[in-house]
C-alpha cells in the first residue's frame, strides 16, 4: 500500500477509496465475519476532540476507520474499528439493540423474497397485475418487527407501487391496502392486505419528458465571475472573506462542518467545533394501517449521506462551483466515487446595509451587496429529496436551511374523500399529515471550549410604578445550568431565542460574548406518548437539549444502529445525568422542522419547502462587522 495511506493529511479527512479497501481487507483477515456479512458504510472513526485542536500538519496519528454492517449468518450486526496505522482490527461489537442501516444489499434481498412469496403474488393477482416486473417496490424501516416474527429480526417493510414504464411516477399508483412484512434474515415473508382499491389509470408526471409543453418567457440569467470565486479551498479546508471551516461527509450525518472561525481583526475566533445533522424523523399521523407505523429516521436508519445526489452544473448549482467527490462503501466492500457530492458556491444576497441620509440630498446613500458562502448537499431518501444548505453571511451569520422536496406519500381512498389527517392532493389520491423533525447538533466553542447558554425571552411587563404607560417590556434571561433544566421548547409569542455564551471572555461593553440560536416556529414531536415514534424518537421531544461534551456522545439517538433499536439511546439517556451545562465545553442539540399538511399543490411533485435556522453574533463582535464590505465597484460615485 502507498504512504498516502499512512499519511492522511489530517485525521478529520474523508476517507479514500484505498483507505476503504484496505480497512476491509483488514477486518477480513480477522475471520470474525462471515461470508453472508454485507457493509453498510465506513468512515474515519471520530477522532477525539483534543487531539483534533491541538493537531498540527505533519504530526503522526491513528488512522482508525469505522466498519458497519450486517452478519446474515449470525442474525447480528456489526461495529469494527480498524486501525490503518497498525493494520490491524482493534475492536469489534456485536450489537445488541440496533441493528446496523439498510444497505442496498438488504434492498435487493427484499426485492428477491417478495417478488417470490405466493401469497404476495396472489395479493397483486387480486389486484389485476399478473407481472410482477411491472411492480416497484419500496423499502420501508419498521421500528420493531411484527409480534410473530423473531424480536431480533433484521425486519423491513415494502410497499407497492405500478410500474408499467420505468419512466413513470409510480408514486402516483399505489398498489394500495398491501404491506409486505420481511425478516431478511430469516428469508421470511408476511403479507398483510387491507383490501383493493382501484389503481388509477391515469398517471400524474412531473418528468420534462411527459410535459405537453413549457411556459416560453423565460430569458437567460447567468452568473458571471468573470475573476473567479472569492474563497480557496485547500484539501478539506475553506477560506471565505473572514470565515474559515473544514468540511467532510459522513455516510450518517453527511455533511459535517469543524472547527468553524470568523477573522475579526486578524484573531481567529472559534465559533463551533463541529455542526452536522444527528439524525431526522418522519412521523406521520395518519391512524390508517398503511401510514401508522411509519417513523423514519433518514440518517441513522437509511444514511443521509449514502443517499448524496452527484449535482451537475447549472442545474442543482449556479455560477462558479467548486465540488468535493465523496467516497462510500458498498456493502460488498469495495469503494464507490459520488463525484460532486458537496456544492461550494457564493452568492449575491440582496443588500447588507443602507442608509440614505433623508436631509441632505447630496450626500450619496450608502449601500453595500450582501453574499453567502453556500455549502451545500442533496439528497435522495426513497421518494423525497432534502437539500442541506449551509449559508456563511458577512457579518458574522450562519444559517442552515433544509430544502424539502420530491413526491409525498400517498392512499388511494375508496370513497374519493380526504380526511382531516389525510387531506386529498388529486381526486382519489390522499396524503397523509406528517413532519420532518431534524436535530442538529452544535458543538460550540465560542471564543474557548468553556461555554454556556442561556434561554431569552421578551416579556411584557404589568403595569405598576415602573411601568404608567403599559408600553414596558423587556428581556428576560435565564441561564440553563443542568442537563434536565435545558429541555426547551420554542416559545415565538416571547420572541424566545437561546443564547450560547463564552462567560470567561467579555466584549468592549464587558458583557460576555455570544451567539443566538434562532430558531423557526415549530412544534417538537406530536405523536403522543404511547407511541412507537415517541418512544424511539426522544431527541424530537424538545427543541432544545444541551449536554456538556463527551466523546461517545455523537448521535441525538442510537446513530448507526437506530434501525430496529428500542429507543433507549441518545438524548434522552444522556441526559439522565442532569449534568453541569454551566460553564463547561458543551454541545448544543436542535430539533425543528415542517409539520407537513400536504396541499394539492404538493403533488405530483413539491415545490422545495424550507426549514432551518440562524446563529447570530450577539456581542460578539464589539459593532457591525462587516463595516468593511466595499461598495460595489460602479456604486462609488453616484
Ligand atoms: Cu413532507
Given at each position: 500500500m502507498n504512504s498516502v495511506i499512512n499519511n492522511p493529511t489530517h485525521p478529520l479527512d474523508p476517507c479514500t477509496a484505498e483507505e476503504l479497501t484496505l480497512a476491509v481487507s483488514i477486518l477480513r483477515d480477522a475471520n470474525e465475519l462471515s461470508e453472508q456479512a454485507a457493509f453498510a458504510c465506513g468512515f474515519p472513526a471520530e477522532p477525539p476532540?483534543?487531539?483534533?485542536?491541538?493537531?498540527?500538519?505533519?504530526?503522526?496519528?491513528?488512522?482508525?476507520?469505522?466498519?458497519?454492517?450486517?452478519?446474515?449468518?449470525?442474525?447480528?450486526?456489526?461495529d469494527a474499528h480498524v486501525s490503518l496505522t497498525n493494520r490491524q482490527l482493534v475492536e469489534l461489537n456485536w450489537i445488541e439493540d440496533g441493528q446496523a442501516p439498510v444497505s442496498a444489499a438488504d434492498y435487493l434481498r427484499m426485492l428477491e423474497l417478495v417478488k417470490a412469496d405466493a401469497e404476495w403474488v396472489a395479493a397483486v393477482s387480486k389486484r389485476g397485475i399478473e407481472d410482477v416486473s411491472k411492480v416497484h417496490l419500496e423499502p420501508?424501516?419498521?421500528?420493531?418487527?411484527?409480534?410473530?416474527?423473531?424480536?431480533?429480526?433484521?425486519?423491513?417493510?415494502a410497499i407497492a407501487f405500478l410500474s408499467e414504464r420505468p419512466q413513470d411516477n409510480y408514486y402516483a399508483k399505489p398498489i394500495e391496502g398491501l404491506i409486505a412484512h420481511v425478516d431478511l434474515d430469516e428469508g421470511v415473508v408476511i403479507v398483510e392486505d387491507h383490501g383493493v382499491v382501484p389503481?388509477?389509470?391515469?398517471?400524474?408526471?412531473?418528468?420534462?419528458?411527459?410535459?405537453?409543453?413549457?411556459?416560453?418567457?423565460l430569458k437567460p440569467l447567468e452568473i458571471t465571475q468573470p475573476e473567479g470565486p472569492s474563497f480557496t479551498v485547500e484539501g478539506q479546508v475553506i477560506r471565505w472573506q473572514k470565515w474559515r471551516m473544514r468540511i467532510a461527509v459522513n455516510p450518517v450525518e453527511g455533511l459535517v462542518l469543524y472547527d468553524v472561525r470568523y477573522n475579526d481583526n486578524g484573531r481567529e475566533r472559534p465559533i463551533l467545533y463541529r455542526a452536522s445533522l444527528s439524525d431526522m424523523v418522519v412521523p406521520y399521523g395518519d391512524s390508517?394501517?398503511?401510514?401508522?407505523?411509519?417513523?423514519?429516521?433518514?440518517?441513522?436508519?437509511?444514511?443521509?449521506?449514502?443517499?448524496?445526489n452527484s449535482l451537475r452544473l447549472g442545474c442543482d448549482c449556479l455560477g462558479e462551483i467548486h465540488y468535493f467527490d465523496n467516497t462510500i462503501l458498498r456493502p460488498d466492500g469495495k469503494p464507490l466515487l459520488v463525484e460532486n457530492a458537496v456544492c461550494l458556491h457564493e452568492e449575491d444576497f440582496g443588500i447588507l446595509w443602507k442608509h440614505t441620509n433623508a436631509f441632505n440630498p447630496k450626500l450619496p446613500p450608502e449601500v453595500r451587496r450582501k453574499r453567502r458562502l453556500v455549502v451545500s448537499m442533496i439528497h435522495t431518501v426513497g421518494n423525497y429529496e432534502y437539500g442541506f444548505f449551509w449559508y456563511f453571511y458577512q457579518d458574522g451569520t450562519i444559517q442552515l436551511e433544509v430544502k424539502l422536496t420530491g413526491i409525498v406519500g400517498v392512499s388511494l381512498v375508496a370513497d374519493g374523500q380526504g380526511t382531516e389527517s389525510a387531506p386529498l392532493v388529486a381526486p382519489g389520491i390522499a396524503s397523509p399529515v406528517h413532519q420532518h423533525l431534524f436535530c442538529f447538533r452544535l458543538d460550540f466553542n465560542l471564543d474557548g471550549q468553556d461555554n454556556s447558554v442561556c434561554e431569552v425571552d421578551v416579556e411584557p411587563q404589568p403595569i405598576g410604578?415602573?411601568?404608567?404607560?403599559?408600553?414596558?417590556?423587556?428581556?428576560?434571561?435565564?441561564?440553563l445550568r443542568s442537563e434536565?433544566?435545558?429541555?426547551?421548547?420554542?416559545?415565538?409569542?416571547?420572541?424566545?431565542?437561546?443564547?450560547?455564551?463564552?462567560?470567561?471572555?467579555?466584549n468592549s461593553m464587558g458583557n460576555p460574548v455570544g451567539y443566538k440560536l434562532l430558531a423557526q416556529a415549530s412544534p417538537p414531536l406530536l405523536s403522543g406518548k404511547g407511541s412507537l415514534h415517541y418512544q424511539r424518537a426522544g431527541f424530537a421531544r424538545h427543541n432544545l437539549w444541551v449536554t456538556p461534551y463527551a466523546d461517545e456522545e455523537l448521535y441525538a439517538d442510537a446513530g448507526p444502529f437506530t434501525n430496529l433499536h428500542s429507543g433507549n439511546a441518545g438524548l434522552p439517556v444522556y441526559t439522565e445525568q442532569d449534568r453541569n451545562t454551566e460553564n463547561a465545553d458543551l454541545v448544543v442539540w436542535h430539533t425543528f422542522g415542517v409539520t407537513h399538511v400536504p396541499r394539492p399543490e404538493d403533488w405530483p411533485i413539491m415545490p422545495v419547502e424550507y426549514a432551518g435556522f440562524m446563529l447570530m453574533p450577539v456581542g460578539f463582535f464589539d459593532a457591525n462587522p462587516a463595516l468593511d464590505v466595499p461598495p460595489a465597484s460602479h456604486c462609488d460615485s453616484m
Open positions: 476532540k483534543d487531539l483534533v485542536l491541538q493537531f498540527e500538519a505533519g504530526m503522526d496519528f491513528d488512522r482508525l476507520i469505522r466498519l458497519i454492517g450486517h452478519d446474515r449468518a449470525r442474525k447480528q450486526s456489526f420501508w424501516v419498521c421500528g420493531q418487527p411484527l409480534p410473530d416474527m423473531h424480536p431480533q429480526a433484521r425486519a423491513i417493510r389503481i388509477p389509470q391515469d398517471g400524474s408526471e412531473y418528468a420534462a419528458a411527459a410535459m405537453d409543453g413549457f411556459r416560453k418567457d390508517s394501517p398503511m401510514h401508522n407505523w411509519k417513523h423514519a429516521f433518514d440518517a441513522g436508519e437509511t444514511l443521509m449521506g449514502h443517499g448524496g410604578p415602573r411601568n404608567p404607560n403599559d408600553n414596558y417590556f423587556k428581556t428576560v434571561s435565564r441561564l434536565q433544566e435545558a429541555q426547551r421548547d420554542n416559545a415565538p409569542e416571547r420572541s424566545r431565542v437561546w443564547k450560547v455564551i463564552n462567560p470567561n471572555v467579555t
